[in-house]
């Protein structure tokens, strides 16, 4: 893998060495047939893309938005920019307008790249709230631009400002100039209190990060990658651009929804995935297991055992399986596992990536058992993603995440918090000098916040030590600002969010006794206890729509998907609270695990 030219110029060196080769792979915007475009077709626009925006004005190191689902457009930009030595800030395709407005505004942006009815809609509702937004640029070219919006272009008509190549000279020199300390992207993340950070990360982050990945992470130009997390996560960021490098063929994946389908259409080999993704897998293949006959559920719980001892107890400790033991799960291999691959599109399978979130062991030892490689791994997005990760082909331990990558120092503190440092390590927060000397210590190792330790030579993390949650589909939640949102109702007296590690948002809620007592009266609804009122559904339903108005400026991943009702109030008694009434989560979470698991019962 050629790993020492810089991002600016990336696909345009892949481009002189694998020239009419196929390189992406994707769908219109609401488009159902599966079309690719080669490395020269995308070096060429990626060219008109850079002189497009030299044709704008933009300058070095100038920050530009990208507000969008994954496609071929949003990897044009982000190489076009690179291009000319510009900063492309990504925002979650599903981020909220306040969002939207805060991220334009601290970062001063002048052009958003937008990509369906939805991004552009949320982006001109706060066009005026931002001074520095000139233009709104537009991939998806079914998005209605209303006919009272001067500020709106396509981005068929901004490639036209790139026609012909009329800067290249200028492009030319800006890469030539293009240094590692340059910064590449600002992300911004939630920080506990909801207001978002933008961490930033340099070229020199990406080079080193690429160089440490390559050594561990066996992708190839044979590959065929489907993007399935948001270009947002530095997860899927990295592993693409990686991916790039090899040379490999990358399926543009626009809709995560669809990623099941997308996968049985294209057939990939490789892809990274949150540990929800291979949970619902798991969840499938267990309800098929249910409904099958007597005859097949045995065979399949048969051939799940000896995948289980033969790659979990033999090959994962670096033993060699008995042959016996070899031969059998060689056969169901062949037999009844490659259907199970097959269904999911992943006949070819390689290996894949899964970080994120906590992974369930359950679930890991199942997608070993049944021949499918999960690579574990842990990073963040300050760590320019890996931090560490299982290695192909090399002995790993369920529930460890990995072996440290090349270049990454990492130490446990006397808390037992993880800290980091080496050159795939942010520089800092964007305009945010007090939180950047509050992640570093006094010897510059960065606060990962997680706790964990070392053992073996692999890391194994124990808790999360900062107040903010991961959902399982690895997007961060901060509960104290969904709760402030949600405590102005006149209902509610108490709630707790509950979401770490979980596929949704959920609450705990404590309402006003009284109040509900009488809105009950009101309408009609007969009760006899705090417990009959708290589950009758009329009330439930009413609470719901309040709720629902409350959070509508909150992403849609960050909203109270389902909530219960507690018909008593939290105690200092029970542990539940502090002699400040500020809540004890771990306490509720054993507390009241009945309550909550039910919430997320199938």
Known sequence: MQTNFHMSVLVHEQAKKYGDREMLIYQDFGGKEWKSLSWNQVSQTVKQVSNAL???GVKVQENIGIFSQNSVQYIECDFGAWGIRAVTIPFYATSSEQQIQFMVNDAKIRYLFVGEQDQYDKARRIFSLCPTLERIIVFDPMVHISTHDPNAVYFSDFLKLGENLPRQTEVDKLQQE????????ILYTSGTTGDSKGVILTHGQFNAAIVANAKCVPVNENDRIMNFLPYTHIFERGWAILCLYAGARMIVNTHPQDVQQSMRDTHPTCMSAVPRFWEKVYMGVQEQIDKANVAKRKLFLHALSVGRRHNIEYLSKGKKPPVALHLEYEMLNRTVFSLVRKELGLENAHFFPTAGAAVSAYVEEFVHSIGINMVVGYGLTESLATVSCNHLGEPYTVGSVGIPIEGIDIKVSEEGEILLKGPTITIGYYNREDLTKQAFTEDGYFRTGDAGYLKDGELFLTERIKDLFKTSNGKYIAPQMIESK???????????????????????????????????????IAFSTREELCANPEIIQMMKERIDTLQQQLAHYEQVKRFTLLPHHLSMEKGELTNTLKIRRRVLNENYKAEIDAMYAE
């Open 178 to 185: 293009a240094s590692f300390d340059d910064i590449a992207n």
């Open 54 to 56: 030299l044709n704008l």
């Open 486 to 524: 949600l405590l102005v109702d006149k209902y509610i007296d108490q709630i707790a969010v509950i979401a770490d590690e979980r596929k949704f948002v959920s609450a705990l809620i404590i309402p006003v006794y009284p109040l509900l007592e009488e809105y009950a009266r009101d309408h009609h």
